[in-house]
């Protein structure tokens, strides 16, 4: 295999856009991941390059390279082959971003994106890649260790066994983060506790183990029949995770292994825990210690206004039910301790695209956003948390940002961390949008 050259950002040398690169130091080029980790260091290193049909070799200064700043082609992903029985992208309705219908099960995404992987068709030779590169951390979707859950819950026979290829990458200090989503009847109670003890015993290589609720739309048509956790099975869950949570302290010397997401504090009204449980938040994009790290980014950001001097008088933000419930709790009081001059209002946004029990800000369709906030009546500036668009500013239902304020008639901004800080007010002062 060759790895193709798209363009060339950077100062010129060598390389041209085209050339295939076939092979750096004598050994054989996979792809992109390979010449990252090839070229990486200092010295020079000898490539083989096809250009034109004809083979070239040079010795190429790896300091000169990367000030080249070379693009290559946009990797080949693994295809999931799975065909779980919870999976969120089989319940999303058409005309969507075409990205939310890609199915990709790739170690590779794991480690660069931080992509939960299943391993479920991972080889000999892929684990062994994964310990000579050391792509470390990464993220698993484990589920359950259980053959036989495991197959009603991947829909598929099993012909790995995860906890074997868990412990071979933990062996070789592969740093690995584990969700269990919770499928009520399936992988819950003794499947739940047998999973979380398994990983456990993989601790220090398993550095986080995070639980989560099943996500269910309104469009789950020709599929298996699931439902999702009620509020005193959530409740009974916390209870024995917080028990759990204890006793593995003990094991790890007082890290925080077994993580709940967000979700389940918020929609049984229980206290968040504090930041020291979270750690680094190594789980942040699983909606772990998301909340947390909000009213820690929120103080900052009201200090910093303070500071300013430019503390804004009203702010409305429009979000999902579950944040309009965190904000009303939190973040609320807490701005009015901070800073009792700033009125804060909360539209709530039903999510009338992927159904009522969808009730993350992370998954709101920007017609929704609109829908909810003319019928609110909304004035000045709307803002709009940042987990609600993509990279491109587009929401799951590829309406931009720019269409909500066109929409509105008002200044439609997204915060970057919270509704503080200096970009957003600027935003809502003179009139733009991001």
């Known amino acids: 295999m060759t790895v193709r050259i798209y363009r060339i950002d950077g100062e010129p040398g060598f390389f041209r856009p085209g050339d295939e690169i076939v092979s750096i130091a004598g050994r054989p080029v996979r792809d992109q991941l390979d010449v990252l980790f090839l070229s990486a260091g200092e010295g020079t290193a000898r490539f083989i390059v096809r250009r034109g049909g004809r083979l070239r070799t040079r010795d190429i200064d790896l300091e000169a390279l990367a000030r080249e700043r070379v693009v290559f082609d946009e990797m080949r992903f693994i295809r999931c082959r799975s065909a779980c029985i919870f999976c969120f992208m089989d319940q999303m309705p ?5 990205s939310l219908y890609e ?21 000999e030779r892929d684990l062994a890649r994964i310990i000579e ?8 979707s484990v589920h359950a260790v259980s053959r036989r859950v495991r197959e009603r819950l991947f829909g598929r026979p099993m012909r790995r066994s995860i906890l074997r290829d868990l412990s071979r990458l933990a062996r070789a200090g592969i740093v690995i ?9 399936i992988n819950d109670g003794a499947s739940l506790r047998e999973t979380v003890r398994e990983l456990a015993s993989l601790y ?25 956790l009620s509020v005193g099975e959530s409740r009974a869950l916390m209870d024995w995770a917080e028990g759990e949570r204890n006793r593995l302290r003990e ?27 979270y750690g680094d938040f190594p789980q942040l994009s699983n909606g772990v210690g998301m909340c947390r790290r909000f009213l820690m980014e929120l103080e900052r950001d009201i200090a910093r206004a303070k500071r300013r001097g430019s503390a804004p008088r009203r702010i409305t933000i429009a979000t999902g039910i579950l944040g309009a419930r965190f904000l009303r709790r939190y973040a609320e009081p807490l701005a009015a ?19 009522p029990s969808v009730t993350v800000s992370g998954l709101l369709a920007g017609r929704d956003i609109i829908h909810a906030a ?43 961390s919270t509704f503080f800080e200096a970009r957003v007010a600027r935003a809502c002062l003179k009139g733009r949008t991001k």
Not at 251 to 274: I, K, M, Q, V, W
């Open 94 to 98: 058409g005309g969507l971003r075409p």
């Open 103 to 123: 199915k990709d099960d790739d170690y590779r995404l794991s480690f660069l994106f931080g992509n939960f992987v299943t391993l479920n068709d991972v080889r």
């Open 133 to 140: 590169l050391g792509l470390s951390p990464l993220y698993v």
């Open 177 to 185: 983060h584990a969700q269990i989503v919770v499928v009520p009847g």
């Open 204 to 228: 220090p290589a398993c550095r986080s183990i995070a639980v989560v609720p099943v996500g269910i739309t309104a469009h789950r048509e020709h599929l298996p029949r699931i439902r999702r």
């Open 251 to 277: 094991r790890t010397g007082g890290d925080c292994l077994l993580h709940l997401a967000d979700e389940f504090y918020l929609t049984t009204n229980r206290t968040l825990p504090s930041a020291a449980d």
């Open 337 to 355: 301790a901070l800073v009792p001059r700033t009125t804060l209002r909360v539209i709530v946004v039903g999510n009338r695209l992927l159904g």
């Open 374 to 416: 003319r019928r609110a009546g909304v004035s000045g500036c709307v803002v709009i948390p940042p987990n609600a668009v993509n990279h491109d500013g587009r929401f799951i239902d590829d309406v931009r940002v720019r269409d909500i304020s066109r929409a509105l008639g008002v200044p439609a901004v997204v915060a970057r």
